[in-house]
Structure formats: structure tokens, C-alpha cells
């Protein structure tokens, strides 16, 4: 499957941060607003979004406690921590509901087998729209 090219940093969709250059976006720019803040986040609390990537029509984001490469920079508390898995998991609630592409209001669409979430200008012809399964998330 083709995958739009991802600039970094967005200026169309105004996401903006710097993490933005190094990070390992696999994602639409639809969902770029969606992840800002978590990397604004992160950023504060002294962690590192690894990856961001699309797995079954939802954004997934992997972080790591490794600021910069070195551990002794994090100031993440646990209770941090659990605030930013809270704020990980509206993204990914709110992903479902996005357009990958344009960040429109998108439905999850099952084209071939491939689970997407597309706003009706872009759903792969002879999509379906399917019901959000539960997800194991590792
Ligand atoms: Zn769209």
C-alpha cells in the first residue's frame, strides 16, 4: 500500500514540532494535529516519540524514556506518564473518526482486508465502512 509522503514539518496542517524532523512518521498528515500535542508533551517531560505509525485504521505512538538519547534527561514521572497515555489514547480514539489523508471527519473503511480511516473524499473505491474492533495494543 501507498502512503502519501509526510512532510516535516507540516505548514499545511499548522503541526509544527520540532521532534517532528527526527521522528519515524508512518502516518497520513491527516493525523498530525492529533500527535502535536503528544510530542509537545513528551517534549516537557523530557521523552522521546520513537514512531508513529498506522495499524488497523487507528495512530499508534511509541515513545521512549531515552531523551536525547540518554535516560538521566527524562523528568517523567510515573503520573506523567499516565497522563500521557491518556492523552495516546484520545489521539487514537479520535484517529478512527479522522481522515489519515486530509484530517477531515473520516469513518473506518475495510478496503481488501486493509483497515483505513477516510473521509468520504478519500475512500478507496468499493470500501466498506466497518465497526471499530478492539485492538490489542503492544
Ligand atoms: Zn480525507
Known amino acids: 500500500m501507498t502512503r502519501p509522503i509526510h512532510p516535516n514539518p507540516n505548514p499545511a496542517t499548522g503541526a509544527g514540532h520540532h521532534m517532528w524532523d527526527k521522528l519515524d512518521n508512518e502516518c497520513g ?14 517534549d516537557v517531560l523530557g521523552l522521546e516519540v520513537l514512531q ?26 510515573p503520573a506523567d506518564e499516565a497522563i500521557l497515555e491518556e492523552m495516546i489514547e484520545a489521539a487514537e480514539t479520535a484517529s478512527f473518526k479522522t481522515c489519515e489523508i486530509c484530517g477531515g471527519p473520516g469513518r473506518l473503511t475495510n478496503s481488501k482486508g486493509w483497515l483505513m480511516t477516510r473521509c468520504l473524499d478519500h475512500e478507496e473505491p468499493g470500501s466498506i465502512e466497518v465497526e471499530q474492533i478492539e485492538t490489542i495494543r503492544v
Open 52 to 77: 508513529v505509525k498506522e495499524k488497523f485504521g487507528g495512530v499508534r505512538v511509541y515513545f521512549t524514556p531515552y531523551y536525547n538519547g540518554d535516560v538521566s534527561d527524562a523528568r517523567c514521572t
Open 29 to 42: 498528515s491527516g493525523w498530525d494535529l492529533l500527535i502535536d500535542p503528544i510530542l509537545t508533551m513528551c
